[in-house]
């Protein structure tokens, strides 16, 4: 059965929240409206967000003040060489006294976690992510535990020329729906934040302006927004590009076309439209797709990069012009709200 169509009172609630949480952040970080836009973006679509970049432009103090605008639980694991999967899952104590054992969760279990410097772990210790990300829970001693929900992660990482990283096994990168690039501010924008940091920590300010349940129903809310046909053919056309381009070695999966569908229909919501356009697919191709792709030794040679071949895909990508005319569903079989 088709879910009915959110109504134009749940769209606006929607719009409503995301810009209270974007203008919370915006408090501690000014200059940010892309990576503040795909966090949200990532949050409303059940995903997982991946920001790379060097160190010391605000990838932490962004996955903080995020978590400090939603009224929720936050987990915080900093990532380290000695990092073992037990500290990222738990593990279970026995008690002498009771002759039982006993799980002590980890700090993945929080509707909010923040893995910071991810690629500073070994493998061994990243892959501890791979179930809770995927499923939504954590299996220890042979009991599978369902973590809360909403359940977000928001990881940070060093560019893996860095000193002391490693790179994330394909399996894993998989399993973000998106990766954003934070990126040096601008000359107004690092004003600013000189003047707002100046003796005072912003994020010491920050108050939650939603909570746990709020999030899950604009969750629901983008769940529900309509995609044409020819929009999913659409991101069918690009993904399986991906996979047809000399330039890579390997293309985007099946779960990256779910995973931008889902993206573009929470950028819809976000906007208060029931409906995804064309222009929703294009401005989150790069983000959900180029961190899965691995560039072919001869293009990484020449220069090209997975972000510059997924933009020249999606340049020569025809829109279908279905998509290119979508608005709002008129198809009788679309039930609507009351």
């Known amino acids: 059965m088709t879910p009915p169509l959110p109504t134009d009172a749940e769209l606006s609630d929607v719009a409503e929240v995301t810009s ?5 952040i915006s408090t501690v970080l000014s200059g940010l409206d892309q990576a503040i836009s795909a966090t949200l973006a990532t949050a409303l679509a ?18 903080r003040a995020f978590a400090a605008s939603v009224d929720c639980t936050v987990g915080r ?50 892959s501890a992510l791979l179930e809770s990300m995927q499923e939504g829970s954590v ?97 069918v056309d690009l993904v399986s590009a991906t996979r047809d381009e000399s330039g890579l070695r390997l293309g985007a999966s099946p779960r990256a076309s779910l995973q931008l569908l889902a993206a573009a229909k929470a950028r819809a919501a976000m906007a208060a439209r029931n409906h995804v356009l ?22 990484r040679l020449a220069g090209r990069t997975a972000q510059q071949i997924t933009r020249e895909i999606v340049s020569a990508t025809a829109v279908p012009s279905a998509a290119r005319d979508a608005a709002a569903p008129r198809e009788a079989a679309v039930v609507r709200a009351p």
């Open 20 to 24: 209270r949480i974007r203008a919370s």
């Open 46 to 63: 059940q995903g997982h967000l991946l920001m790379e970049d060097v160190p010391g432009v605000g990838k932490t103090t962004l996955a």
């Open 77 to 126: 694991i900093q990532f380290t060489p000695d990092l073992l999967p037990s500290d990222v899952t738990g593990v279970s104590i026995y008690r002498s006294d009771e002759h039982r054992f006993e799980f002590r969760p980890g700090p993945i279990f929080a509707n909010v976690v923040i893995a910071d410097e991810i690629n500073r772990a070994s493998p061994k210790t990243q």
């Open 139 to 235: 299996t220890v001693d042979g009991a599978t535990r369902q973590l809360p929900a909403p359940f977000l992660v928001v990881a940070t990482q060093n560019p893996v020329e860095m000193e002391g990283t490693y790179p994330l096994p394909e399996a894993q990168r998989d399993r973000f729906m998106a990766q954003v690039s934070v990126g040096y501010p601008e000359a107004r924008a690092e004003m600013a934040m000189l003047d707002s940091h100046d003796g005072h920590d912003p994020l010491k300010d920050v108050r939650p302006v939603a909570d746990a349940e709020t999030l899950l129903a604009a969750i629901n809310v983008a769940r529900r927004i309509y995609a044409a046909p020819a929009i999913k053919q659409y991101i």
């Open 278 to 299: 064309p222009d929703d697919v294009k401005a989150l191709a790069v983000p959900v797709l180029a961190h899965r792709l691995i560039v072919s030794t001869e293009a």
